[in-house]
């Protein structure tokens, strides 16, 4: 596609995402809420970054003018967003965020009325309208305050939560600080001031050795979460992490059983799967996004799924990736077991993942990089070979049984991309 990537429309503010394409996208909104007949009533929230404020505006500035009435959640979670738009019947929710990225990323995805991402048909759909042009009535709407509405799924989790965790919340100086302080006001927290400028910087779970090495010093189990809240890594207080695959691995064990399916990605660990097939547990892959991991999860109709980077959906709990769902779900395993997260991670064995990232701009497949990946692919070594689809690099997997096998092939890997 060409603004939509795996995540919704995302790019560097007024760089790679530009003033001109958030008004084509919002005109393009608006012809979709036309051919839809939706309601014209939309959700909006973001996570916080110093640039949502500027992205809101002007959204606001076309939505507004051309009859679609703006319903400001201000600063929430992805999943928060969600859980509302399903639980308010809204046709159509915003989300203003760059998720894991910096802060000079930002980005806008959607939700259907069901809590959903949007579909690659709807993104489709919209980017088709982004490359018309046409006319828009004007017919100006209201703009509503209703951040009220966040207290309800703060009241969700808290009914969800049967354990109080003894447990440290890492919030990524992004949208779960406000919301982890009110679920759990006497627990530790850590990055959980947001200045707009701060989200991810050296926080959450794709910067994770300040809370793997409190965890160890105060004997505690740690989580954390990413700039929108959809994502989560666990640590143990031996100091492990626990990536998606080994949150899968422990959830499995208790919202599956025997001859059932847990949808993962390309991305899975095959220690996963074999971990998995080892309980009689099938490991289906989905392409990467927790929206096509939920389309494969309806698909076979699984109760589990989710990604290695923490974006995990427990059908009868959440329609999208949740990280303090996630996190309440563990903690409620360990409350009802009386086991440790190690101890609940027993019986997992996960193979070797060398991963690395390469600039590269408009990346596409040559013969001579599939020749390679021909040459160096077996039954013990997986590589996926990737352009992201939020930023404008090329990502490399090499799995293997052997660290320094996977190792070596990444390098050749990396080198034929650059040369080529």
């Known amino acids: 596609m060409e603004y939509f990537g795996t995540d919704g429309v995302r790019g560097i503010v007024d760089e790679t995402l530009t003033a001109r394409t958030i008004k084509k996208l919002m005109k393009a909104l608006i012809k979709y809420y036309e051919t839809h007949k939706f309601n014209k009533v939309l959700l909006i929230g973001g996570d916080g970054r110093i640039s949502g404020s500027y992205i809101f505006s002007l959204a606001a500035s076309v939505l507004l ?54 579909t690659d048909e ?28 966040l207290l309800d799924y703060i ?25 982890v302080k009110q679920c759990y006001p006497k627990a530790k927290k850590i990055n959980c001031t947001p200045n707009g400028y701060n989200i991810n910087e050296n926080a959450g779970c794709t910067h994770i050795e300040m809370l793997r090495r409190m965890c160890i010093i105060e004997q505690k189990v740690g989580f954390a979460f990413d700039g929108d809240g959809d994502r989560v890594f666990a640590v143990t207080k031996s100091g492990e992490v626990l990536d998606g695959d080994k949150i899968l691995y422990v959830l499995s064990k ?7 399916m847990l949808v993962g990605t390309i991305y899975s660990n095959m220690g996963l799967e074999k971990s998995l097939n080892d309980n009689g547990i099938n490991l289906v892959r989905a392409d990467v996004g927790d929206k096509n991991v939920l389309a494969q999860m309806k698909r076979h109709n699984s109760n589990l799924g989710g990604e290695f980077s923490g974006h995990i959906i427990i059908k009868q709990l959440t329609n999208t990736g949740d990280g303090l769902i996630t996190a309440i779900a563990l903690s409620n395993i360990m409350g009802t077991t ?83």
């Open 65 to 118: 003018k051309h009859g679609i009435e703006l319903h400001n959640l201000g600063v929430c979670s992805s999943p928060a967003l969600a859980y509302i738009t399903k639980k308010y019947n809204y046709p159509l929710a915003m989300m203003i965020t760059a998720s894991h990225n910096p802060s000079v990323y930002n980005g806008i995805k959607f939700f259907n009325s069901l809590g959903e991402k949007i």
């Open 122 to 149: 709807d993104e489709l759909e919209l980017e088709r309208y982004m490359n018309k042009r046409y006319t828009l009535p004007i017919k100006y709407a209201k703009l509503l305050d209703k951040h009220k509405l």
């Open 155 to 179: 009241k969700h989790l808290k009914q969800l939560s049967k354990f109080n965790p003894d447990c440290i919340f890492d919030c990524s100086f992004g949208a779960t600080s406000e919301i």
């Open 254 to 260: 208790f919202y599956l059983s025997s001859g059932q």
């Open 338 to 420: 009386k086991k440790s997260l190690d101890e609940l991670l027993d019986g997992y064995s996960g193979f070797y993942q060398a991963k690395d990232d390469v600039k590269f701009e408009h990346f596409k497949m040559n013969k001579k990089l599939m020749s390679a990946i021909k040459e160096l692919e077996n039954e013990s070594t997986r590589i996926i070979v990737r352009p992201s689809g939020t930023e404008p690099v090329v990502r490399i997997m090499v799995e293997d049984e052997n660290k320094e096998n996977a190792q070596k092939i990444l390098k050749i890997l990396k080198n034929c991309i650059k040369n080529s």
